[in-house]
């Protein structure tokens, strides 16, 4: 069975302190409100993820970095590793998130690099993907998501690929507001299992989280979370409120 992930995207926001007081909150409300076939993950900055991981250690929500270096160690300054990530505690880390595909020019290859270093350091990836708008407008998403995966994910093993995690997300939808409909969420996750069991067989596809991401709220959760082929959600804005990032999990 494919595991349910409500994964908080953090993005560049929160001090230690506001961080602090936030992933209490949403350790206090989970435990007392969410099932525990939810795994809830908080993908905080890398400066906070010390403090969190002692906070986080008596609970069931794991803890998540939203990028990792593709080297493994050496004069790389400013850059964090997948082993200094692993050595704090870190199980999560997203990758190829479209802002840093945008402005930081994070390409298919690179990404596969990274993809590579994260599960050699026992780290599971949430691999993100998605379509420009424009993209959309001429009906060319289902290409264009299938090849980020093909060039990132598919010099895999099937055995490395079963611990990745695959996070939809549309460009346009994300923080503007404007949310992929449940059909079109579901249309595209079933395109990708598809394509994973064409490369790696059914038995690794129906066991791949597939999550969407794209101004996922309180409001539009239910009906997406409902939809076969999604797995769970990254939740970027929304993530930044203890009560809408749990409300969102409640609703599965
Ligand atoms: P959003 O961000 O929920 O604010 O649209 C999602 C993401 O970027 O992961």
């Known amino acids: 069975m494919r595991k349910k992930i409500i994964a908080g995207n953090w993005k560049m926001n929160k001090t230690l302190e506001e961080g602090k007081i936030l992933a209490s909150e949403v350790v206090n409300m989970a435990k007392d409100e969410l099932r525990d076939d939810v795994q809830l993950v908080l993908c905080a900055p890398f400066v906070h993820l010390g403090s969190l991981q002692s906070m986080l250690a008596d609970s069931t929500i794991a803890l998540g ?20 990530l692993k050595s704090i505690g870190v199980d999560y880390v997203i990758l190829g998130h479209s802002e840093r595909r945008e402005y930081f020019g994070e390409t298919d290859s690179l990404l596969a690099e990274k993809v590579d270093m994260a ?58 507001g404007k949310t992929a409909s449940a059909d079109q969420a579901q249309e595209m996750h079933a395109a990708i299992r598809k394509q994973i069991t064409e490369q790696y067989g059914e038995e690794v596809a129906n066991n791949t989280s597939i999550l969407y991401g794209g101004s996922m709220k309180p409001g539009n959760a239910e009906e997406l979370l409902a939809c076969l082929d999604v797995d769970g959600g990254l939740i970027g804005g929304a993530s930044l409120k203890s009560r809408d990032f749990v409300d969102i999990a409640k609703s599965y």
């Open 65 to 84: 970095a939203q990028n990792c270096s593709n080297h493994a160690s050496g004069a790389y300054t400013g850059e964090t590793s997948a082993t200094m």
């Open 119 to 176: 599960l050699e350091n026992g780290l599971l990836p949430i691999f993100c993907c998605g379509e420009p708008l424009d993209v959309r407008e001429k009906d060319g998403q289902r290409a264009y998501v299938q090849q980020q995966i093909e060039e990132s994910l598919f010099h895999l093993s099937a055995e490395d690929f079963g611990n990745v995690i695959i996070a939809y997300e549309p460009i346009w939808a994300i923080g503007t």
